[in-house]
């Protein structure tokens, strides 16, 4: 089965760094890009940034450059979203996606399940 | 580049057909999904290419449009369906997100 999961729940303080995970399995790891999504409480879908697992090459939203950074170890198939000084306004459920496409991209396809970051001090 | 949904809300009845639009600020060729959402669940790829229907999403679904202006429709409402919509871009790297439809039930 395709999927991809997500590391859990966090609580944080404001000031504390952060890294959450998503780990894909069941397809080529390498063979397409990651997106990060952002969903603060009761608002819509924000996209935050993607990668190419196969060589860590990212973009950003102008929104979310420079206040997060995305990685990828494809050596365990797993891509992250990092925080090195959280806010409260990052409270949010973070969603990775893949991105499918045959040549151009298509549609985020696979969804993880989605990992709630509250940030509270 | 901008997308528009509208209506931002809809109240509809099983059975009905209903119809969201997404209006995108610069044409967008047939680069745009749509996703349904269920409270406390990740969204749910249904159509992509503007109007092709994802693997094992009900044919009551389907979508048109290209360059600025897209549909969605749903031919005959199912309780399951009562959710919310959103349309995405895939043009420019950027992939923003239309900020959704809420569909609930009348």
């Known amino acids: 089965e395709v999927q991809l999961v997500q590391s859990g729940a966090e609580v944080k303080k404001p000031g504390e760094s952060l890294r959450i995970s998503c780990k894909g399995s069941g397809y080529s790891f390498t063979s397409y890009w990651i997106s990060w999504v952002r969903q603060m409480p009761g608002k819509g879908l924000e996209w935050m940034g993607r990668?190419?697992?196969?060589?860590?090459?990212?973009n950003y939203s102008p929104s979310f450059q420079g206040h997060v950074t995305i990685s990828a170890d494809k050596s365990i198939s797993t891509a992250y979203l990092q925080w090195s000084s959280l806010k409260a306004s990052d409270t949010a459920m973070y969603y990775c996606a893949r991105l499918w496409g045959d040549g151009d991209p298509d549609a985020f396809d696979i969804w993880g399940q989605g990992t709630m970051v509250t940030v509270s001090s | 580049i901008q997308l528009t949904q509208s209506p931002s809300s809809l109240s509809a009845s099983v059975g009905d057909r209903v119809t969201i639009t997404c209006r995108a600020s610069?044409?967008?060729?047939?680069?745009l999904a749509w996703y349904q959402q269920k409270p406390g669940k990740a969204p749910k790829l249904l159509i992509y290419a503007a109007s092709t229907l994802q693997s094992g999403v009900p044919s009551r679904f389907s979508g048109s449009g290209s360059g600025t202006d897209f549909t969605l429709t749903i031919s005959s409402l199912q309780p399951e369906d009562f959710a919310t919509y959103y349309c995405?871009?895939?043009?420019?790297?950027?992939?923003?997100f239309g900020q959704g439809t809420k569909l609930e039930i009348k």
């Open positions: 610069q044409g967008i060729s047939s680069y």
């Open positions: 995405q871009q895939l043009n420019s790297y950027s992939y923003t």
């Open positions: 990668i190419d697992p196969s060589d860590s090459y990212t």
